[in-house]
């Protein structure tokens, strides 16, 4: 009996030695299983936290408001100018071709000058024969009597030799011979030339026409019940089918008095300096300045949204957007002006604030965002 006794405790301790071995591997197993998970976990977290979907956010500001009256308009030229010749002759040179840039008084055409040099140089001659009668005339009487001649008795001499007649004779033939070179009469741009080198032209024959194209106008058509409200002196943006994204800063000029009966709409005309893309002949969309409403909190018109029928903005706030329940006032369609709230009277967005503009609309609540350019990554 006892041999059996003493095999089984041996037995039974071999059997708690095993599992405690199989225990503390499984234990020490488990250990290094979480330590794996709770690195996982960090790196899942850094992970997520560098996910920032990219957005266009614009400042809001302090400002005025400049509410517009939409319309459309034709570009017109300060000046255009029909150049034509003024005296009959045939042309040695042509000097400009259709666009070229031109200043006050350049030479565009050129007459066969030697008609012209013949016809001062005969005047002249013309002249110098009658005051050569003229002194004729006085010489020999001053000798006789003694004395100059009086005031009545010269002019009666000169009258006679044709000393005045022969001197607007000249002065014809010098002012031929200036107008025998055509000259631009304006700065601006040659549209077309008209002749050729070798052709005989007569007086009053266009040769060529001049635009001004450093300060265009634009005539714009305003209903009648809009026009009390443009003033001269206030400001419009005038946008091309040629240049959609450029916009052109102009000036009222005036406010004509007629009104078209049919219509029922005035005419307002626009000033432009400078500006390549528009040229004259071209129709253009206008915003007239109709009401400015001075310091007033702006923000851009996109960046306002609505949840649940309530409009919001997002501000960017270290990194996360944070949506901001705003009073929308009026809009012109490019600025949005925030009203007070009317429980704490104050607007809960301030100037500097970053305000999202692009990739906001499917953002949520403290959504992780970055910023970048407008053109640029957009979030999906």
């Known amino acids: 009996m006892t041999v059996p006794f003493v095999r089984l405790v041996s037995l039974l301790t071999l059997c708690c030695l095993l599992s405690s071995g199989c225990s503390t591997e499984a234990t020490g197993e488990s250990a290094a299983n979480g330590t794996d998970s709770a690195e996982a976990g960090a790196d899942g977290d850094e992970a997520a936290a560098d996910v920032r979907l990219p957005v266009v956010a614009q400042e809001a500001r302090d400002g005025d408001l400049v509410l517009h009256v939409a319309t459309s308009g034709r570009v017109r030229s300060r000046a255009s100018s029909r150049v034509t010749v003024e005296v009959t ?23 066969d000058p030697r008609p012209f040099d013949l016809a001062v140089r005969e005047a002249q001659h013309e002249l110098d024969l009658a005051n050569l009668r003229y002194r004729e005339e006085i010489v020999p009487e001053s000798l006789a009597t003694g004395r100059a001649p009086n005031e009545e008795r010269r002019a009666s001499a000169m009258l ?9 004779r000249l002065e014809r033939a010098q002012l031929d011979q200036e107008r025998a070179i055509i000259r631009a009469p304006f700065a601006g741009r040659v549209e077309d030339v008209l002749v050729a080198t070798g052709e005989r032209v007569n007086a009053g024959a266009p040769v060529t026409t001049v635009v001004d194209v450093g300060d265009v106008w634009v005539e714009t058509s305003v209903l009648e019940h809009d026009l ?3 003033k001269e002196g206030a400001s419009a943006i005038v946008v091309s089918a040629g240049a959609p994204d450029r916009q ?3 000036k009222v000029v005036a406010v004509l008095p007629a009104v078209d009966s049919v219509a029922r709409a005035g005419r307002v005309l626009v000033k432009l300096t400078g500006n390549a893309d528009l040229r004259p002949g071209m129709y253009a969309d206008v915003r007239l300045e109709a009401t400015r409403l001075t310091s007033r909190r702006l923000v851009p018109a996109r960046a306002i949204i609505e949840r649940d029928g309530r409009p919001l903005v997002f501000v960017v706030e270290e ?10 006032g009026r809009s012109n369609g490019t600025d949005t002006e925030l009203l007070p709230d009317e429980a704490t009277g104050v607007i809960p967005v301030e100037p500097g604030d970053q305000v999202i503009v692009d990739g ?7 959504a992780p965002v970055r910023v970048v ?7 999906p």
């Open 160 to 168: 006679k030799a044709g000393v005045e007649g022969a001197r607007v």
């Open 89 to 111: 002759g045939s042309v040695a040179a042509v000097l400009v071709q259709p666009g070229d840039r031109v200043r006050a008084g350049q030479p565009l055409v050129r007459l």
């Open 360 to 366: 906001h609309l499917t953002l949520t609540h403290d």
């Open 248 to 250: 052109a800063i102009g």
């Open 373 to 379: 350019a407008a053109g640029g990554d957009r979030a």
């Open 228 to 230: 009390p409200l443009i």
């Open 319 to 328: 990194g996360r957007a944070q949506w901001v329940y705003v009073t929308p």
